[in-house]
């Protein structure tokens, strides 16, 4: 398994989660990670991601609320989602981006109730 996602489950409104995702040595790079979510019915989006340059990118729904981060020496990123909303009710996925491809996780499930 090359990316592992972990940490979703079912919280409510306002709370918090921490998802995490374990990358082989092979595809993580520091400035290639990220978290899509994809909600029933929707289409897979960015949620927040490591840019080139060392910057991050979030979606603007989720701004001032999510927090991408990285642990280079182990290889892991992570996702802190804070006040969370039924809205981000999706399943999340790890992504990795190096040498040209993309590389996906089997996702992680949030659910958020009201």
């Known amino acids: 398994v090359q990316l592992q996602a972990s940490g979703g489950g079912l919280v409510q409104a306002g709370g918090s989660l921490r998802l995490s995702c374990a990358a082989s040595?092979?595809?993580?790079?520091?400035?290639?990670m990220g978290w899509y979510r994809q909600a029933l019915g929707k289409q897979r989006e960015l949620v927040a991601a490591?840019?080139?340059?060392?910057?991050?990118n979030y979606a603007d729904s989720v701004k001032g609320r999510f927090t991408i981060s990285r642990d280079n020496e182990n290889l892991t990123v992570y996702l802190q989602m804070n006040s969370l909303k039924p809205e981000d009710t999706a399943v999340y996925y790890c992504r990795a981006f190096r040498g040209g491809n993309y590389y996906w996780g089997r996702g992680t499930q949030v659910t958020v109730s009201s």
């Open positions: 490591f840019t080139y340059g060392g910057s991050t």
């Open positions: 040595r092979r595809i993580f790079s520091e400035n290639g």
